[in-house]
Each structure stands twice: as C-alpha cells, then as structure tokens.
C-alpha cells in the first residue's frame, strides 16, 4: 500500500473541495472496492432504565416494567430469526443498578 508523507498531505490544501472529494473517493474505492456490506441486526431493548439523565436521550424510563421478560426475549429472537436478522443489538441505559433496585 502507498504511505503518503507529510508533503502529500499539505499538496491536497491546493486543490478545490470537489478534487479533495473525487480523490478521497477514488482513494476509497482502491483501497475497499466498491462493495457496501451490512449485516441484518434486530434493536432489543433489555431496559430503558438508566442512571443519567440527559437531555438529548429519548430512550430513558423511569418505568420499572422496562425490564424485557424471557418469554418476550425468546419472541424477540424468533422474530428476528423469522426476517433473517444476523445479529441482534441489545441496548440498555448506563448502569441502571446504581439508581434502581435490580433483581438479579
């Protein structure tokens, strides 16, 4: 693979922000193929509890029913596996424990 140095870099400040584009691209292109990979995933929320509150975040509950039960886990992942999904992604707020009392 080319290493470009220093030099290179500072040649790139005189061209026009379309060239900069068309040769970031062609770069990209050399380098990765022009190929768009993605893997299916499935959103699965474990809770929506969350010790923050943030003011941009739209996913915290307070409620202590966020908890996902294990028979809507299991339909979860039957539905996922229905559509195929590769992955799933389970998401949860930051260390909930710390302000809710959790059953373990």
Do not use: H
């Amino acid at each position: 693979m080319y290493k470009m140095n220093f030099d290179y870099y500072l040649s790139l400040l005189n061209n026009e922000p379309q060239e900069l584009q068309s040769l970031a691209n062609e770069k990209a292109r050399n380098l990765f193929g022009q190929t768009i990979t993605y893997s299916r995933n499935f959103f699965v929320p474990i809770t929506r509890q969350c010790r923050n509150r943030c003011g941009y975040c739209s996913f915290v509950s307070d409620d202590v029913n966020s908890w996902i039960t294990p028979d809507s886990f299991q339909s979860l992942l039957e539905k996922a596996k229905s559509v195929k999904c590769s992955e799933i992604l389970l998401t949860l707020g930051e260390k909930p424990e710390e302000k809710y009392e959790i059953q373990k």
